[in-house]
């Protein structure tokens, strides 16, 4: 047993055999033969060739010795438990994209946050309910020929380039292009080999003349992805280049070779669909999901999803600029619906457009004068409710449509830069705020994950504190778990410089995000805020309940405190409470208050009954 797992540790070009290519092998791992036997009989009944390991040695040798294609493996086990297992053999770089499921007792939550964090793929809890664990197997290996597949389409891709820069070459060194070659640079995408912007929008003239004598209805489609910039940020423009000549390839083979497919530059593409009216938008959908699954670039697996708007032809005849317009009004209400959308257009679009410009308008007026309200909303410690904090709330009175929600507005000042400027300011009035009231309450401000991003973020919170002489124990800044989608390492730099200057940071809406996990092992958070989804539904829905618990175990834990947002009823105020959350707010205690009520409030260190 010792010599096998030398050989795995040590020995990283050692030949593996390989996996059956009949049947998906199954390497199940556990050191009680009981566990073994029935996990093994009901897999061997699925047609999966199973193989036993009786403990953490055995299984590094006989994942050393042959391939598997996925193992689920038991976290603890006498010998040598099943993270230390993971661990080496994630340390092996031949068994990197092994799925490895962890088998694990339920209450044995640390170790599965310690799993997932050697890099395993799932888990599933003692005792196994076999349907569901069939499931996560299932979707591993399907994940896993995914990936397989993709590798394949990329090397596949790297050879057509390498022979079309070997004729490229051979023409330059002859110092003359053929006119054919000429045309196709005119009028083609140099990365994809797909038709460019002026290319495609000649043939789409094309289409859109012969529609009446075809009597078809075609529609035209573009696609914008989502998440580009994070992958050239991440990985460099090189591999951005090759995933978006892997985007062009896979859309063009999606569509077919008599498709009309264009790359418009940047990361937008475009095609023309020439289906039935009612199966354009399942087709759009198929083609959305199957640019989203993942690109293997140099040993990477590279993830983007795409956003899809749509527009009929025969909606706006021979008009060639009214179609192209309303595929991209759809497509920009399919980004923002969110990742993976797919979006017809309707003609109330066109108003919305215009009404949109006219808000945009209308914001840059009022960031230019100011004109904006900041309500203060109490923030309460849930068994004594006295008032801890507020936490500050924009509102803009708009001169014709009254007072209007961030929601509305908020998105449009991401969009235009302008948030930058709205939130120094917001922070700035926050601040001189909380001066009026006693020292032991604090204010509470929402950071944009624009503002989190802004190299000015830093200076902005120094120069604000020292121009207003707050206490920088008393600010606490709210970071969303979307502001922390990207840049791990660089944002773990900025959170600790905030820390460092004494201010509070706290993640807000915890729990509807992606990567609070991740954030809460680097970097401990003052405070974790949990989404208001949650505490509406705990009477109701016994999922939001279970997340609650978990996130207020998950805090206590770890140290860090919880507030509970969005409290109502009483009821909802007794299950936070009951939880074990410490702080609340909500419309129970008090709708967001005006600077002068917010300031009698805490003068008068109100206890909310």
């Known amino acids: 047993m010792q010599n096998a797992l030398a050989s795995f540790q040590t020995d990283p070009n050692a030949d593996v055999q390989p996996a059956s290519q009949n049947k998906r092998r199954v390497l199940v791992v556990d050191d009680v033969a009981d566990n073994r036997e029935l996990l093994t009989r009901r897999l061997v009944r699925r047609d999966f060739e199973v193989v036993e390991a009786v403990g953490g040695h055995d299984a590094l040798a006989k994942i050393a010795e042959s391939a598997f294609d996925i193992v689920l493996l038991d976290v603890m086990m006498p010998d040598l438990s099943g ?8 340390a092996d770089p031949r068994h990197a994209d092994l799925p490895i499921i962890m088998v694990t007792a339920k209450a044995q939550s640390d170790d599965v946050v310690s799993s997932l964090g050697l890099g395993a793929n799932d888990y599933i809890t003692k ?8 499931a996560r197997i299932n979707t591993q290996l399907a994940r896993k020929r995914a990936t397989e597949a993709a590798r394949q389409e990329q090397e596949q891709l790297q050879q057509r380039f390498m022979v079309l820069d070997e004729e490229l070459e051979k023409e330059t060194r002859k ?34 003349d012969e529609m009446p004598v075809k009597g078809n209805e075609p529609a035209l489609m573009f696609i914008d992805l989502d998440g580009f910039k994070a992958v050239n940020d991440h990985y460099g423009h090189d591999i951005g280049d090759k995933l978006l000549a892997g985007v062009g390839k896979r859309l063009a083979d999606f569509l077919g070779e008599q498709a009309l497919v264009a790359r418009l530059g940047g990361d937008e593409f475009a095609a023309v669909l020439e289906d039935s009216r009612d199966h354009i938008e399942r087709r759009a959908g198929s ?76 914001l840059h007026h009022a960031v230019a004068n100011m004109e904006f309200e900041v309500f203060y909303q109490p923030i309460l410690d849930v068994n004594s409710r006295r008032i801890t904090a507020f936490e500050a709330l924009l509102r803009w009175p708009h001169k014709v449509r009254g007072m209007m929600s961030p929601a509305t507005f908020i998105p449009i000042a991401e969009e235009t830069g302008l948030i930058t400027q709205i939130g120094v300011w917001v922070l700035r009035r926050a601040c001189e705020e909380a001066l009026k009231w006693p020292d032991h309450i604090c204010i509470s401000v929402n950071l944009s994950p624009i503002q989190f ?48 200057m004494g201010v509070r940071v706290s993640i807000d809406d915890f729990g509807t995000g992606y990567s609070s996990l991740a954030y809460l092992r680097n970097f401990r958070f003052d405070k974790i805020k949990i989404d208001r989804r949650f505490i509406q539904g705990l009477q109701d829905n016994s999922s939001d309940a279970a997340i609650v618990r978990s996130i207020v175990m998950l805090g206590r834990s770890i140290g860090v405190g919880t507030t509970a947002e969005g409290i109502e009823t009483e009821d909802q105020l007794v299950s936070v409470v009951s939880e074990g959350c410490i702080l609340g707010q909500g419309y129970l205690f008090s709708r967001p208050l005006t600077a002068s009520d917010a300031s009698s409030f805490a003068e008068n260190d109100a206890t909310f009954i």
């Open 83 to 90: 993270n230390e297992v993971l661990k080496q053999v994630r």
């Open 287 to 362: 083609l959305v999901e199957a640019l989203s699954q993942p690109y293997s670039i140099d040993g990477h697996a590279v993830r983007v999803a795409a956003s899809c708007g749509l527009a009929r032809a025969g909606c706006f005849g021979n008009d060639l600029d009214g179609l192209i317009n309303a595929a991209d009004l759809a497509m920009y209400h399919a980004k923002a619906k969110g990742s993976g959308c797919v979006v017809l257009f309707e003609t109330k679009m066109l108003e919305q457009q215009r009404e949109r410009r006219q808000l945009e308008i209308d």
């Open 453 to 500: 991003r802004s190299p000015a973020l830093l200076a902005n919170i120094v120069n604000i504190l020292a121009a207003t002489g707050l206490a920088p124990h008393r600010l606490e800044l709210e970071i969303t778990e979307s502001a922390l989608l990207e840049a791990e390492g660089k944002n773990i730099q900025i959170l600790e410089a905030i820390r460092e």
């Open 175 to 208: 110092r003359s292009v053929s006119e054919d070659r000429l045309r196709f640079l005119a009028y083609h995408d140099t990365l994809t080999s797909l038709m460019n912007r002026q290319g495609f929008r000649d043939c789409l003239a094309n289409v859109l």
């Open 127 to 134: 005792p196994v309910d076999f349907d569901v664990a069939l």
